[in-house]
């Protein structure tokens, strides 16, 4: 089984930033793929905000470019997202979600969740 971790949202005014942190643990072989998603409060569907593939290469979001920064520590089977001049309408849960190698097929894990809350 494969658990993912995530830490550092919570309540902030507009203009100001945050750190996300997503860490792995469990049974796997490596990791493809790492990124962050959100759900807006209201909504049903999760919206890609970040990823970032095994060797670096990222995608984003066009609502988040220019101000948020995924990065990726293999070794600690982290992921991040910082965050900056957060803006309301970015208020979401964030999740954190990965596609680890377990043998040689690939599953897909998400965390639990972390509330980034920006008011105006």
């Known amino acids: 089984q494969v658990q993912l971790v995530e830490s550092g949202g919570g309540l902030v005014q507009a203009g100001g930033s945050l750190r996300l942190s997503c860490a792995a643990s469990?049974?796997?072989?490596?990791?493809?793929?790492m990124g962050w998603y959100r759900q807006a409060p209201g909504t049903t569907q999760r919206e890609l905000v970040a990823?970032?593939?095994?060797?670096?290469?990222?995608n984003y979001a066009d609502s988040v470019k220019g101000r948020f920064t995924i990065s990726r520590d293999n070794a600690k089977n982290a992921v991040y997202l910082e965050m900056n001049s957060l803006k309301p309408e970015d208020t979401a849960v964030y999740y954190c979600?990965?596609?680890?190698?377990?043998?040689?097929?690939?599953?897909?894990?998400w965390g639990q969740g972390t509330q980034v809350t920006v008011s105006s």
């Open positions: 990823h970032i593939t095994s060797g670096g290469s990222t």
């Open positions: 979600k990965a596609l680890v190698i377990r043998v040689t097929l690939q599953y897909q894990y």
């Open positions: 469990g049974s796997f072989s490596s990791i493809n793929v």
